[in-house]
């Protein structure tokens, strides 16, 4: 799993908790060889594609990773994992985890190492939990479920706070509000221009379903305050050597830009999660609780220094 990410360096790691940004990861391992700003970004973290140990090496412990700024999981809680996360499904407590659907896409991968990054509790769906627990180590909870099955969504939403919703729906956004999740964040390029010809008949399968409009309606329409990123041509080339353009975006998706735009996997990524994290509360009802903005390459520089800031000038500019 984790195609297209190579081996990282842990020598030059950041130490444990600092204020670690974003992964620059290389997109392959041909483009890394080209010697491009993301290989060299990509180079100064850690072998993240390993998981588990070398993961844990990278943060400078074995014990665990520390979470929100606490403590290190004491060795004698990580050893019954699977029973630990059992209990976590079964039980309802505090919402405090991340749930990213479609998590082995090549989208998925790259949003669940970026929250890894940002200390985040993250559950995550794929089709083969045993190469997730293999890939990620302890830094995520791997479910296998049905999309479809209104019971195996339940579980899977059980303490959850936001949805990252990358693919289909299935039953998700009405299992998710009788969870009671606070915010669902979707990706979708439905309206937005994408290329012709050939070009346009190799989009990838998960690519493909974004452009489906009814997505937007029924995350909208779901009773949950929701986050739609919108993005044009998703390019499967290095990120972090762009500047980002970042724009309120109608809902609508017949009303969408009607220029063509780019945009790296990986900054998708960063603006996705940041939909997540740090877009302010939105609150209210289902009609004044949605937020679309569309994420675009804007040609070379540096990417957004702080996405909450950003983020919240969008959200004041949506209230005025």
Same mark, same amino acid.
Request: a neutral charge; proline letters at 7%.
């Given at each position: 799993?984790?195609?297209?990410?190579?081996? %990282?360096?842990?020598?030059?790691?950041?130490?444990?908790?600092?204020?670690?940004?974003?992964?620059?990861?290389?997109?392959?391992?041909?483009?890394?060889?080209?010697?491009?700003?993301?290989?060299?970004? !990509?180079?100064?973290?850690?072998?993240?594609?390993?998981?588990?140990?070398? %993961?844990?090496?990278?943060?400078?412990?074995? #014990?665990?990773?520390?979470?929100?700024?606490?403590?290190?999981?004491?060795?004698?809680?990580?050893?019954?994992?699977?029973?630990?996360?059992?209990?976590?499904?079964?039980?309802?407590?505090?919402?405090?985890?991340?749930?990213?659907?479609?998590?082995?896409?090549?989208?998925?991968?790259?949003?669940?190492?970026?929250? *890894?990054? %940002?200390?985040?509790?993250?559950?995550?769906?794929?089709?083969?939990?045993?190469?997730?627990?293999?890939?990620?180590?302890?830094?995520?909870?791997?479910? #296998?479920?049905?999309?479809?099955?209104?019971?195996?969504?339940? /579980?899977?939403? /059980?303490?959850?706070?936001?949805?990252?919703?990358?693919?289909?729906?299935?039953?998700?956004?009405? !299992?998710?509000?009788?969870?009671?999740?606070?915010?669902?964040?979707?990706?979708?390029?439905?309206?937005?221009?994408?290329?012709?010809?050939?070009?346009?008949?190799?989009?990838?399968?998960?690519?493909?379903?974004?452009?489906?409009?009814?997505?937007?309606?029924?995350?909208?329409?779901?009773? *949950?305050?929701?986050?739609?990123?919108?993005?044009?041509? *998703?390019?499967?080339?290095?990120?972090?050597?762009?500047?980002?353009?970042?724009?309120?975006?109608?809902?609508?998706?017949?009303?969408?830009?009607?220029?063509?735009?780019?945009?790296? /996997?990986?900054? %998708?990524?960063?603006?996705?999660?940041?939909?997540?994290?740090?877009?302010?509360?939105?609150?209210?009802?289902?009609?004044?609780?949605?937020?679309?903005?569309?994420?675009?390459?804007?040609?070379?520089?540096?990417?957004?220094?702080?996405?909450?800031?950003?983020?919240?000038?969008?959200?004041?500019?949506?209230?005025?």
């Amino acid at each position: 799993m984790l195609r297209g990410v190579r081996q %990282l360096k842990s020598s030059t790691s950041p130490a444990p908790g600092a204020n670690v940004g974003p992964a620059r990861l290389a997109v392959s391992a041909r483009s890394n060889n080209k010697g491009n700003a993301g290989g060299r970004l !990509a180079r100064e973290l850690l072998d993240v594609v390993q998981g588990g140990p070398k %993961l844990r090496k990278w943060y400078g412990q074995e #014990s665990g990773l520390p979470r929100d700024g606490g403590e290190p999981e004491p060795p004698q809680q990580q050893e019954p994992r699977q029973q630990q996360q059992q209990q976590e499904l079964e039980e309802d407590g505090e919402k405090d985890t991340v749930l990213v659907t479609d998590a082995d896409t090549p989208t998925g991968e790259l949003v669940v190492l970026q929250l *890894i990054l %940002l200390r985040a509790k993250v559950r995550i769906l794929v089709k083969d939990t045993a190469a997730a627990k293999t890939g990620y180590g302890p830094y995520v909870e791997p479910v #296998s479920v049905d999309m479809g099955s209104a019971g195996g969504l339940a /579980r899977a939403l /059980r303490n959850v706070r936001s949805v990252i919703v990358l693919g289909k729906l299935g039953a998700l956004p009405q !299992a998710a509000a009788k969870a009671g999740v606070e915010r669902l964040v979707l990706l979708s390029t439905a309206g937005m221009p994408q290329p012709g010809g050939l070009a346009g008949l190799f989009l990838s399968s998960a690519d493909a379903a974004l452009k489906d409009p009814q997505r937007e309606a029924a995350v909208t329409g779901s009773g *949950i305050p929701s986050v739609v990123v919108k993005a044009g041509v *998703i390019q499967d080339t290095p990120g972090g050597s762009s500047r980002i353009q970042v724009q309120p975006a109608s809902l609508s998706s017949s009303s969408s830009s009607s220029k063509q735009s780019n945009i790296t /996997r990986e900054d %998708l990524a960063s603006a996705i999660v940041a939909g997540a994290v740090y877009l302010p509360g939105l609150g209210g009802s289902s009609s004044s609780s949605s937020v679309a903005y569309e994420v675009a390459d804007a040609g070379p520089g540096q990417p957004p220094e702080s996405w909450q800031q950003l983020l919240e000038g969008l959200a004041a500019a949506r209230t005025q």
